[in-house]
């Protein structure tokens, strides 16, 4: 049972180019999240999704795109990166059931030049 | 607008004395809080929860304390151990499955 993966543990990017961030959980939960920690701002949710195809905005979504084409994997997209982007991105999940704790992985550092 | 605040950003205690880690919050709405705790180049881990209409909940060494009236959260860690050495963030949600996460207070527990 390895939990919450993420791939890749570490990207630099330049300016315009596009990556995609995977997430992967085996815990079958329902709900799963995307967020960004920045230096002074905590976690912050870009977006979130409540089950197999379905995706919600979280607080910053702007120049993210998402898809969760299959329960145990959410994709998280830059299309165009830009410095702004620069960040530690971390996934979650959690169960339907209202526990509401939520389930890690270890983070993707990332790097806009 | 900082809907959740941690107002401290560092803290040091003792090891074997209490810590207590504040967060602030100014949605009345949010009706659950939690807590996580997050080692470097690690992802948060969940600790202790609190539901809005509880006021205090424990879990072995960790304690949380609701105060709805002053929209005040604290985690008291008795006694503190080095291993307790990490950032703690409070988190609060609203029903809707958003979660909105504090800036995180660095706890260091002196040996």
């Known amino acids: 049972n390895a939990g919450v993966t993420q791939t890749p543990k570490f990207r630099v990017l330049k300016t315009g180019q596009s990556m995609t961030l995977l997430c992967a959980q085996d815990?079958?939960?329902?709900?799963m999240y995307w967020y960004r920690q920045d230096p002074g701002m905590g976690l912050r949710l870009i977006h979130y999704?409540?089950?197999?195809?379905?995706?919600a905005k979280g607080e910053v979504p702007d120049g993210y795109n998402v898809s969760r084409l299959k329960k145990q994997n959410f994709l998280l997209g830059l299309e165009s990166a830009a410095p702004s982007q620069t960040s530690v991105y971390f996934c979650?999940?959690?169960?339907?059931?209202?526990?509401?704790?939520?389930?890690f992985g270890p983070g993707t550092r990332l790097t806009v030049t | 607008d900082q809907q959740v605040k941690q107002n401290s950003p560092s803290l040091s205690v003792q090891e074997g004395r209490i810590s207590i880690l504040n967060c602030d919050y100014t949605?009345?709405?949010?009706?659950?809080f939690l807590w996580y705790k997050k080692y470097p180049a690690e992802g948060p881990t969940f600790l202790i929860s609190?539901?809005?209409?509880?006021d205090k909940n424990e879990d072995g060494r960790f304690t949380v304390f609701l105060n709805k009236s002053a929209k005040h959260l604290s985690l008291h860690i008795v006694p503190s151990q080095p291993g307790d050495s990490a950032v703690y963030f409070c988190?609060?949600?609203?029903?809707?499955?958003?979660?909105?996460f504090g800036t995180g207070t660095r706890l260091k527990v002196l040996a």
């Open positions: 979650a999940s959690s169960p339907r059931i209202s526990s509401y704790e939520q389930y």
């Open positions: 815990m079958n939960h329902e709900y």
């Open positions: 999704s409540v089950g197999e195809g379905t995706t």
């Open positions: 949605n009345s709405m949010f009706d659950y």
């Open positions: 609190i539901s809005s209409i509880k």
């Open positions: 988190a609060a949600i609203s029903g809707t499955y958003k979660y909105i």
